[in-house]
Each structure stands twice: as C-alpha cells, then as structure tokens.
C-alpha cells in the first residue's frame, strides 16, 4: 500500500483525489495539506511515500514545497497536479517530472503512481527556472521530524565551509546542502558576493569599512564581527554601494 499525502489549496480538488484512489485502490491517503507549509509539517511527521502537489498555491508554491520535500531524511515520491498551460506542460515532461493535469483521471494517476519516483535537485531547479519560479521565499533547515522554514530577508548570509554551507539568520545559524554559485545565481541582486567563501543580504548591509592595512570588510545588522572582502571584489563591491 503506498502511503499517500494530497496537497491543494481547494477542499474539492483534495476530495477528488481521495476519491480516485479510493476508486483505484492499492494506496492510503494518510493527509492533506491546504498549503506548502502544512505539507512540509505533515510530511516530516508522517513520511507519506507518495505527496500529490498542486502546482499554484498561495504563499508557498508546489515547486518550492518539493524543494524542501528533497531535504527530508527520506524523501517521498511527488507528482505535481496542474492546470499549467501546455508550455509548462513541456517543462514537465522534459525534467522528466511526474505531473497530472486537471481534472485529474482515474487512468492518469494510477499510472503516475506506477512510474512515481523521488525528484532530484537539479530537476526541480530546473523546472522552477522553467516555470518561472526560480527564487525560493525562504531556505529548508532539516531538523529532526520537522522542516525549518528561514524567510530569505531574514538571511545575513551564506558562507561556504569544506562540505557545507553555514546560513547565518536573524535567530541563529544552520548549515544546509548547496552551493554558493546557485544561491547566488537564484537569489538574484538582493545578495551580493563579498569573498569566494561569503555571500551577503545586501538589506542588512550597515556599512563598508576599510582596515588599516587597506583590507576591506563589511558590518551587517544583527552580526556582532565584520566579514572581510576580498580584494577581487572589493572595487565592484565599492562601485555598487558608493
């Protein structure tokens, strides 16, 4: 029996499913979520094998839920349900991502849970470009039965150790499984790079301040010790905040 969690902002839409795998049989509805956030916290409960997500929710979108999905000890199979038009679609069915479209059918999900399987990281950043949903609201912490959502205004910044990567937040610190390069690729102008191993939430920049043997370094908000500047970077980092 697969262990099903159905995800839709739309009371109907959620019966539905239930209903078609009731109809097709072999799988167990252990949930429902209304949104992204709820889904997250039922799925590190639960352990759902399969999660049926909806694509367009509000707040958090089905695309960044299986981000943070991917970062569970044991991540489940997602199908995403939509009603995208047919460009997005292609996008789909090009990253290899399992999808139903609405109305869903009896036919179409029993064989999507046939072929479910886990999602990468690449494929789905690759889709979230795709689809035009590429900058995650906030960063994934796993913690023990449970997904630690970190708003990215809350972020000081990123910084790279030998194996992973250290956030440094309003409340504190974790360290998550990624890249400084596709963080900064994602994030967009709101980070800026300050040093090979640092990237910076340009809002709670203070100020940039220049040590006596020329050195650069930076002061941010909430952060008690300035970081350095490489001198590679200091001069752009100059340009932009003069």
Known sequence: MLRIL??????????????????????????????GREALERAARSGPDVVLLDVRMPGMDGIETARHLGILDEPPAVIFTTAYDQYAI???ETRAVGYLLK???PDKLAAALAHADRL??????????????????HIGIRRPEEVRLIPIEDILF???????????????????????????????????????????????????ERHPDGHYGVRLRGCATALPVSRRLAGELLERFK
């Open 158 to 208: 990123f910084q790279a150790g030998q194996k992973y990567i250290t956030v440094r937040h309003l409340t504190g610190e974790d360290l998550i499984e990624d890249s400084l390069r596709t963080l900064e690729e994602e994030l967009g102008s709101g980070f800026v790079r300050i040093h090979r191993n640092a990237l910076i939430n340009v809002r709670h920049l203070e100020r940039i």
């Open 6 to 35: 159905i995800v839709d902002d739309e009371p109907p839409a959620r019966e539905r499913l239930r209903r078609l795998l009731a109809e097709i049989g072999g799988a167990e509805v252990i949930g429902e979520a209304a949104t």
């Open 103 to 105: 109305p869903v059918r």
């Open 120 to 137: 990468t990281r690449p494929q789905l950043q690759r889709l979230a470009a795709v689809c035009g949903e590429s900058r995650r609201t």
């Open 90 to 92: 292609n996008a789909f």
